[in-house]
């Protein structure tokens, strides 16, 4: 039978022991967790029937077992041992610190449900299973309001990415104080939470998407509307160059800057590192990439950002609605579409040459390289040389389908 909680700690609760027709089997509280040495679930007895005296007990227990505090045995205080921050602190420093465009939205949403739920007081080491189950609960009741008030429900891989930003930002927390201690809750798997949009653009689609782009002068239009126009589809313009030339994640190309202290822009070698200078890798791995020939002249001429804006989502919906893409809501039609379709155009012919494993992987961020790799393989004349190849090919065909969506205006 189900226990009923009383007063819960993190992962661990209150409640009285009761056999399956409800009886109780003593008077005293228990305090109920799950042991993760062990892998399962276990109680311990508070000694008391006292609610309060047995939340002491609770709040003992927890500080001895999560923190590692020891308590002296004649006054019950705990001995001095590093301050653990609040999630609250926590995610205001990591913001502080990240240039990560993606994270103050996300965390934004875990600071919501924070205020919401009365938790201002909860520190990085409280955050189990449970209490990010009961976010994801309360994040999936939370509508995506639009700037235009329009509505819609937010996707379990929405919230995920919420969950996955509190875990490296708490863990940041504690690095930061060079403590031990690391989020222990999980993160569920992309594929556990997202369906992967089925649309994928033919190649022709991808030179319409060019042609669009190219086309910058609006008629009658003002000359404010002129110049937004021509602002918005020069920004569309370099993200779609730089997405087929890296197959990279929208993140990824958003960020890309050519200013050498980013270190992402090698004339010398003709090189493409999408991870800049001083940004740990995630799981999301940005590699290393060689730039098509096409695109050397383009990235020379560029200074600083190579999309100038802090975003193209409206830009690029607007141009997937121009032309008839689906949208749904469900991200067919997102910035990640470049990535999805040149990857699955230049697949089967880099599968013909036995070369979609590891090129294609690598091209995708999905493998990382070994450690000789990193001293021989990237600087290699042979490093992803078919896959290189196969990308100038298609951007000649979407520069004679297109000119001017690979050549200096």
């Known amino acids: 039978m189900r226990k009923k909680k009383i007063y819960e700690r993190g992962d661990y609760y209150l409640a009285f022991d009761t056999n399956s027709d409800g009886t ?85 949403h875990v600071l919501s449900y924070i205020e919401d739920q009365a938790l201002e007081d909860v520190r990085c080491d409280e955050l189990g299973d449970v209490w990010v189950g009961k976010f994801r609960k309360w994040a999936a009741k939370v509508p995506i309001v639009s700037p235009k008030g329009i509505e819609k429900k937010r996707s379990p891989g929405t919230v995920e990415a919420s969950v996955s930003m509190l875990r490296t930002a708490i863990n940041s927390a504690f690095i930061a104080r060079k ?93 493409i590192n999408l991870n800049p200078v001083g940004r740990a890798q995630t799981n999301k791995y940005r590699p290393l990439v060689r730039a098509p020939r096409q695109m050397v002249p383009i990235l020379e001429d560029n200074h600083g950002k190579f999309v100038k804006a802090a975003s193209i989502r409206t830009a690029f919906r607007q141009m997937a609605k121009t032309l008839n893409f689906p949208i749904n809501g469900d991200g067919q039609s997102g910035e990640k579409l470049i990535r999805r379709s040149v990857s699955s155009i230049l697949r089967p012919l880099l599968e013909k040459e036995k070369s979609w494993d590891p090129q294609g992987r690598v091209m995708l961020g999905h493998i990382r390289p070994n450690e000789s790799d990193k001293y021989a393989t990237p600087y290699h004349e042979a490093y992803l040389v078919d896959a290189l190849r196969l990308i100038e090919e298609l951007i000649d065909r979407i520069e004679a389908a297109a000119p001017g969506a690979f050549s200096l205006n």
């Open 179 to 271: 403590l031990p201690h690391r989020a222990t809750f999980k993160v569920k798997a992309a594929e556990d939470v997202s369906n992967t949009p089925w649309f994928r653009a033919s190649e022709e689609q991808l030179i319409e998407m060019f042609r669009y782009a190219l086309v910058i002068d609006p008629p009658e239009a003002s000359q404010k509307q002129i110049e937004k126009w021509r602002r918005e589809r020069r920004n569309l313009l370099q993200y779609l160059r730089l997405g087929v030339a890296t197959w990279a994640r929208p993140d990824a190309l958003m960020e890309f800057s050519t200013n050498p202290t980013t270190g992402q822009w090698n004339p010398a070698t003709c090189y």
């Open 24 to 108: 109780a089997r003593s008077k005293n509280l228990y305090i109920f967790y799950y042991d993760r040495e062990g892998g399962r679930g276990r109680s311990h007895s508070t000694g008391t029937s006292d609610l309060e005296l047995a939340k002491e007990e609770l709040d003992r227990f927890y500080d001895e077992r999560e923190r590692g505090l020891k308590f002296c045995p004649t006054c019950g205080q705990a001995f001095s041992g590093e301050p653990l921050p609040l999630v609250a602190t926590a995610i205001a420093e990591y913001l502080e610190e990240t240039d990560y465009s993606a994270a103050d939205a996300r965390l934004s």
